[in-house]
């Protein structure tokens, strides 16, 4: 069993950055891959970046590519998410979520096994 915590969300203005944090209690295994989706109101969930505990491969949506960066911390069990350059257009709830072995897509919202509460981003314009 693997809980989830996300911290780090708030209220930023167009163009500034914001860092955001998962905990992760229980065993992660090298198998695991660990995600941030993000769901704003009125939208479906949508997948933002993965990370694999194995090797640190990391996939990213085409709308943050150059701005955001997933790291690992595996002596921690964290992952962070940096967001430079934050739009508008990047306000919802961000979860942090992962997927025991995915056998799918890590871009898919089925392949995830446990997720965190999540926290909210507004970005103002």
């Known amino acids: 069993q693997v809980q989830l915590e996300e911290s780090g969300g708030g209220l930023v203005q167009s163009g500034e950055s914001l860092t955001l944090s998962c905990a992760a209690s229980?065993?992660?295994?090298?198998?695991?891959?660990l995600a941030w989706f993000r769901q704003a109101p009125g939208k479906e969930r949508e997948f933002v970046v993965s990370?694999?505990?194995?090797?640190?491969?990391?996939s990213y949506t085409d709308s943050v590519k150059g701005r955001f960066t997933i790291f690992r911390d595996a002596a921690e069990n964290t992952v962070s998410l940096q967001m430079n350059s934050l739009d508008p257009e990047d306000t919802a709830v961000y979860c942090c979520?992962?997927?025991?072995?995915?056998?799918?897509?890590?871009?898919?919202?089925?392949?995830?096994?446990?997720w965190g509460q999540g926290t909210q981003i507004t970005v103002s314009s």
């Open positions: 979520a992962a997927a025991v072995s995915p056998d799918s897509s890590p871009a898919a919202v089925r392949a995830y096994d446990y």
């Open positions: 229980g065993v992660i295994y090298s198998s695991y891959v």
């Open positions: 990370v694999s505990w194995r090797n640190y491969k990391r």
